[in-house]
C-alpha cells in the first residue's frame, strides 16, 4: 500500500497520479488490476450511483458503505473517501465523521472548501487529508466553471497555499482554467489532482462511471473510453429475447435428480 508521502514523492520526480472513482468491489478490483494509484470514493456515488438528484443528498452512511465495499475490492489500494454535505460543520463533527470513513476502509479524508483550520484539526489528529477547490458540488447548487477572472484565479491561488501551509496532502482541482491549475501545482507542495483542469496537473482524476461511458450526460471534460452502459444495455435486452423466446435457459443452464431419486420421488 502506497502512502501519502509516496504520492509527494512521485510529485517530486514528475510522475503522474492516476486517480479515478469507484463505488462498489467488482470496479474496484478491476481498478486495482488496471493500475490505478488511487481510488476515490466520492459523493458523486449519489448521482451516479443512487440515484439522488444532488450531492447534498448523501449521507456518512451512504459513503461508509460505499468506501467498504471498495475497500473489499481492492484491499492494497490507496483509498480517498469524501466527507458529504453538512458533515464537517465544526471541527469535532468532521473528526468524529472522518473516524467512521477511515473506520470503514479509507486512508484519506477529502473535504470541500478553503479551511485550512480543519486541515490542522484533521492532521493533528492523525489522518491524511485531501482537500478540494474549484467547482464545489456539495456548495454550488449551479455547476459552472470557477476561476475565470483575474480576481478569482487569484483568490483560488492563495487558498490552495493556505490549506498547504495547513499540511494537506492532496487537492483536488475541479473545473479551474488550465492556467491556473498549472500554476497551482507548480506553487504547493501537495500533489495536484486535476478535473476539468488541464493536463499539468500532478494527477488526473475522473468519474469512473463517465469514463466508462454509464453515464448519459457528456461533459467537456470527460474522454469516453468505453461504452459499457451500451454493452450492459444489449446484453439485458438480448436476456429479455431469450426468456421470452424459450432461448434460455438451455438444457446445460440446469441439473438433474438421479434417476433412483426421481422415481423415489414420483412414488
Ligand atoms: O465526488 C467526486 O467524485 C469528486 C470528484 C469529482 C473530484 O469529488
Ligand atoms: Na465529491
Redesign the pocket.
Known sequence: MKSASDFADMKRRGEKIVVL?AYDAPTARLEAAAGVDII?V???VGVNVLGYGH?REVTLADMAHHIAAVRRGAPDIYIIG?LPYATYDTSEQALANAKVLTGAGADCI?FEGAQPELVRALKTAGFDVCC?IGLE?QHQLEKRRQGKTAEAARKLLEDAAALDAAGQDFI?L?LVPSELAERISRDIAAPTIG?GAGADNDGQ?L?VNDLAGITEREFKHNHRYGAIGKALGDAVAAYVRDVRAGAFPREEHGFHMAEDEYAAFLR
Do not use: A, C, Q
Open positions: 472513482t476515490l466520492g459523493d458523486s450531492e469524501d477529502k478540494h458540488s483536488v475541479e478535473i482524476v468519474v
